[in-house]
């Protein structure tokens, strides 16, 4: 069993900055990559960032490349997405995913976090 827990949404400001994290628990024996996606009113869920944790390859989707950083620090289990420059069309659900191996038995499974509103408004 794993659970990935995620925090850090809240009501910004346009320029304002953010930091979500995600902790992942359970029988965890790798963790694969890790990436954050988010989901608007009415629009399809799109991934925003992502990163293999045993390189720290990091792939950034156009509209955050500059702006968003993902990081991991690997002794927690825990990625990060630092949010500078929010503009409000930022706006949305913000998830975290990852792929991960857990044990007993040896399983390499798709995971998800429950969501964290990220609201950016004048």
């Known amino acids: 069993q794993v659970q990935l827990v995620e925090s850090g949404g809240g009501l910004v400001q346009p320029g304002d900055s953010l930091r979500l994290s995600c902790a992942a628990s359970?029988?965890?024996?790798?963790?694969?990559?890790m990436a954050w996606y988010r989901q608007a009113p009415g629009e399809q869920r799109e991934v925003v960032a992502s990163?293999?944790?045993?390189?720290?390859?990091?792939n950034y989707a156009d509209p955050v490349k500059g702006r968003f950083t993902i990081s991991t620090d690997n002794a927690k289990n825990t990625v990060y997405l630092q949010m500078n420059s929010l503009n409000p069309e930022d706006t949305a659900v913000y998830y975290c995913?990852?792929?991960?191996?857990?044990?007993?038995?040896?399983?390499?499974?798709?995971?998800w976090g429950q969501g964290t509103q990220v609201t950016v408004s004048s």
């Open positions: 995913n990852a792929v991960i191996t857990s044990s007993g038995p040896w399983t390499t499974s798709n995971y």
């Open positions: 359970g029988r965890i024996l790798r963790i694969n990559s």
């Open positions: 990163i293999i944790t045993s390189s720290g390859t990091t």
